[in-house]
């Protein structure tokens, strides 16, 4: 069976082709209209004018004059100078030497030592818990004679306290954080805990270890030549995550 159309004849056939070439134009004059250039015609003149005041005056303000009176003449000398005689007596003023020589007599001072008044100035003197003569008496260590079994005491209650007073902090807890916390600490002369000073990885942790250093009871003051002294502590607490 024969086709009814003529392939030679179909109107879309050469339809891109077409397209490109109309396209092709366009482009072509579109640029030949962007690069067309005018040029004025050579007949037009172009004329500069410079306008130069020739008298020029400048007007000066008028000012008011001051008449500043001359200066008054000099003092002229006197006609005629009177000698008079000086007859008036002057005393001199005698200045006399201070300092001795070996014909000088210095009298010896007698000093009343009733009229002198001694005070005791109290020394703020803080030993460590290493070298001090007697050390604090934890409570609960007073039955012990020996300063050895005092100092091994101590270091056993404070240990003890702060295992019964141990509190992780929560925060710290769901933070991750751990470490190890140093304290110093005094211990005045009253037996009570001073001045403690903490360094450690977290602010949460160093508040919680003061607060358990805080809690310490009442001790009986270490002694220093028969003298309650203030005494030194250190002590590290480690918080660990298990």
């Known amino acids: 069976m024969e086709p009814k159309k003529n392939p030679e004849l179909e109107v879309n056939r050469n339809s891109s082709l077409y397209f490109m070439i109309g396209l092709t134009i366009?482009?072509?004059?579109?640029?030949?209209?962007?690069?067309?250039?005018?040029?004025?015609?050579?007949?037009?003149?172009?004329?500069?004018?410079?306008?130069?005041?020739?008298?020029?005056?400048?007007?000066?303000?008028?000012?008011?004059?001051?008449?500043?009176?001359?200066?008054?003449?000099?003092?002229?000398?006197?006609a005629l100078i009177e000698i008079v005689d000086n007859i008036e007596e002057v005393e001199e003023t005698v200045i006399t030497s201070t300092e001795s020589n070996q014909n000088t007599?210095?009298?010896?001072?007698?000093?009343?030592?009733?009229?002198?008044?001694?005070?005791?100035?109290?020394?703020?003197?803080?030993?460590?818990?290493?070298?001090?003569?007697?050390?604090?008496?934890?409570?609960g260590c007073e039955h012990l004679k020996s300063e050895a079994e005092k100092k091994a005491c101590f270091n056993e209650k404070i240990q003890k306290h702060i295992q019964e007073n141990f509190n992780y902090p929560e925060t710290a807890l769901e933070m991750g954080i751990s470490g190890?916390?140093?304290?110093?600490?005094?211990?005045?002369?009253?037996?009570?805990?001073?001045?403690?000073?903490?360094?450690?990885?977290?602010?949460?942790?160093?508040?919680?270890?003061v607060r358990i250093i805080a809690a310490l009871p009442l001790m009986k003051p270490?002694?220093?030549?028969?003298?309650?002294?203030?005494?030194?502590?250190?002590?590290?607490?480690?918080?660990?995550?298990?």
């Not at 130069?52 to 000012?63: A, C, G, M, Q």
């Not at 003298?227 to 607490?237: D, E, L, N």
């Open 26 to 78: 366009s482009l072509f004059l579109t640029w030949q209209l962007l690069e067309y250039k005018t040029y004025d015609s050579e007949g037009s003149e172009f004329v500069n004018e410079l306008n130069v005041l020739d008298d020029f005056k400048e007007e000066v303000p008028i000012t008011q004059q001051l008449n500043t009176p001359p200066p008054p003449p000099p003092p002229s000398a006197p």
């Open 105 to 139: 007599f210095i009298e010896d001072v007698i000093v009343d030592l009733d009229a002198i008044n001694v005070e005791e100035v109290e020394e703020d003197l803080t030993v460590p818990f290493a070298v001090i003569e007697h050390v604090p008496v934890f409570p």
């Open 180 to 209: 190890r916390v140093f304290l110093q600490f005094h211990i005045d002369a009253t037996g009570k805990v001073v001045n403690i000073q903490k360094r450690g990885p977290d602010r949460l942790l160093e508040d919680e270890a």
């Open 222 to 242: 270490g002694t220093q030549r028969g003298k309650p002294t203030k005494v030194g502590y250190s002590i590290p607490i480690n918080f660990v995550m298990q």
